[in-house]
């Protein structure tokens, strides 16, 4: 477990996000990646965000900290990753994608890196910024996020080997395939809740005879 979680991992995702086609190529050709790191980024991001809609000044921000549960974000943000490796997965073995699960997952994993360090930079920027400032703290969100999508579009495309216009339509049926997933999963949940009204109410029924 100490492996996976060395200095060398560590460094090697933040190498990532300056030589971003160079780093996915290694991670998928030679296994330099982490899954754990991976996985402990999308906390960091998910923990960053609630912090940001926490304690960003009221110039920038008019959520009320009463609304904001850090771990049910936690919970939605790990859900949407594994949902999104899940269905990306999928819909790349039917196209002839080369990247495995854990490729997708540590690429993803590794994209949260400009988010995690740009909502944190703006939260404390925002502390500082006066009315009519308000813009350079949006552009410091919008860089982290920018980058971090484009980090997941190069790192999707270079564990795959595809091209840039079948990685965007390799993205949007995953999104799609997110979908029927979600669909799915409430349909089965709604049955099972059906199934289990029906076998109370004959339970309660035998009680009620007896």
């Known amino acids: 477990m100490s492996g996976l979680f060395s200095a060398e991992k560590w460094k090697y995702a933040f190498y990532t996000v300056s030589h971003p086609m160079d780093a996915y190529y290694e991670i998928r050709h030679r296994g330099r990646g982490s899954v754990p790191i991976a996985v402990v980024l999308v906390i960091l991001f998910s923990f960053s ?18 609304t904001v549960n850090s771990l049910t974000e936690l919970g939605a943000v790990l859900l949407l990753y594994l949902l999104f490796c899940v269905s990306n997965w ?13 490729d997708i997952a540590t690429a993803i994993g590794y994209a949260m890196t400009p988010m ?8 404390l920027l925002s502390l500082f910024v006066a009315e009519g400032e308000q813009a350079f703290y ?9 980058y971090g999508l484009i ?14 216009g079948k ?22 949940a709604d049955l099972v809740s059906e199934v289990y009204s029906f076998f109370y109410s004959i339970y309660q029924e035998l009680i009620f005879r007896t």
């Open 138 to 146: 949006w552009m410091v969100l919008a860089i982290g996020i920018a």
């Open 167 to 188: 990685t965007l339509i390799t993205i949007f049926l995953t999104f799609v395939a997110m979908l029927i997933i979600i669909f799915i999963i409430l349909l089965m």
């Open 49 to 66: 965000f609630s912090a940001n809609r926490l304690l960003a000044s009221f110039v920038v921000n008019d959520t009320d900290p009463r």
């Open 151 to 164: 980090m997941m579009l190069m790192g999707i495309m270079t564990v795959q080997n595809f091209t840039l």
């Open 90 to 102: 999928s819909i790349t073995c039917l196209m002839e994608g080369e990247g495995r699960m854990k």
């Open 116 to 123: 995690i360090v740009c909502f944190n930079l703006a939260t």
